[in-house]
């Protein structure tokens, strides 16, 4: 027989619980309660509503979300493109909400990379491949690459390392779509960022294509360590890496964690994926909608709480 916890264990653990480091101490990308409003013609908009999210060092990570659910806005504060009305943002150590618009101009350059949707936005029209991909090096100055000898060489091995080194004397428009977002990704990886943001960067590619994006995606995150967060809603994509976080109304709601698992019986690999909710600081959490509507539960819920988890059951006071 299980025993419940005390009230003194309880508060044990409440202690220990606020004694934990701050929020997003170990993490490259921290979003704590973000919030951003626009105001077009007197209406307001909150494309942010307190969105918290912590990205690691390293991770492949994809977001996705239904349309107007605030993802882009996301990407474009990460991207330095964008200020936040509200909240706080950390990229690398760099405080988003405090940089200067010199500072901004060297994020930008410097700590993150981005590709974006739109293959035409991601390059020039009039360079080729790889003087595309020298350029950001030549942007951000001398101290970053020695002279131009070693910015066409980096540039040929990023486009080597992306499967597109054939595509290196080519204009944007002599190369397919796919070839272009490769090279795009290229551009994004020439000055080493931090962090690749890429929102939608599949979406104008048939699902063979997108595949192979992704697959260029992969080989960044792990020949290069860069830390990826890619948008996306190309289910097959966000099947493919080990968490994506799910947006819903401007705040981060479930989390899909997948990881390989060997079966002991057969010995095959299989891959095991566990949903999770987030939980804020004052203790709130949004269960999915597939999984209260399919309980019947609206408006309260009956808690309860057990040594190891939480029990949330439909509200049964009504029956008594
Ligand atoms: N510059 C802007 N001015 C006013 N409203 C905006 C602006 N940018 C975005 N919004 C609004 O903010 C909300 C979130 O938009 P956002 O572009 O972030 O959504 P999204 O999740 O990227 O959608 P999609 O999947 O369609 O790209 C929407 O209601 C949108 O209309
Ligand atoms: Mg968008």
């Known amino acids: 027989?299980?025993?419940?916890?005390?009230?003194?264990?309880?508060?044990?653990r409440a202690t220990a619980s606020r004694e934990r480091p701050a929020y997003g101490h170990d993490a490259l990308i921290t979003c704590d309660r973000l919030v951003r409003i626009f105001s077009t013609d007197g209406v307001e908009v909150q494309a942010l509503q307190g969105l918290d999210l912590l990205v690691r060092e390293g991770e492949l990570m994809a977001l996705v979300g239904a349309s107007g659910s605030g993802k882009s806005t996301l990407m474009n504060i990460l991207a330095g493109l964008d200020t936040p009305t509200a909240g706080a943002a950390r990229v690398a150590g760099r405080d988003l909400l405090a940089m200067t618009s010199k500072n901004r101009l060297a994020y930008r350059r410097e700590v993150?990379?981005?590709?974006?949707q739109q293959t035409s936005r991601n390059l020039l029209p009039y360079l080729t491949a790889a003087q595309n991909v020298a350029l950001p090096m030549q942007l951000a100055g001398a101290a970053r690459r020695s002279g131009r000898r070693a910015r066409g060489e980096r540039a040929l091995e990023l486009l080597e390392l992306l499967e597109v080194a054939d595509c290196r004397d080519r204009r944007p428009h002599q190369m397919s779509g796919g070839q272009q977002q490769r090279v795009a990704i290229a551009v994004a990886l020439a000055n080493e960022p931090a962090v690749l943001l890429a929102d939608e960067p599949t979406g104008e590619l048939d699902s063979h294509t997108a595949e192979q994006i992704f697959g260029a995606f992969r080989t960044a995150n792990e020949r290069l360590g860069t830390t990826i967060v890619i948008v996306t809603h190309d289910q097959a994509v966000a099947g493919e890496v080990r968490r994506t976080v799910a947006i819903?109304?401007?705040?981060?709601?479930?989390?899909?964690?997948?990881?390989?698992?060997?079966?002991?019986?057969?010995?095959?690999?299989r891959v095991v994926a566990r949903e999770y909710a987030m939980l804020d600081r004052a203790g709130r959490l949004q269960l999915p909608a597939e999984y209260t509507e399919a309980l019947g539960m609206r408006d309260r819920v009956a808690l309860e709480l057990e040594p190891d988890h939480i029990a949330v059951r439909p509200d049964d006071s009504e029956r008594d």
């Open 1 to 12: 027989m299980t025993t419940n916890p005390t009230l003194a264990e309880l508060a044990d």
């Open 112 to 116: 993150v990379g981005f590709v974006w």
């Open 248 to 269: 819903r109304d401007g705040r981060t709601s479930t989390e899909v964690l997948r990881r390989s698992e060997v079966d002991a019986a057969t010995g095959d690999e």
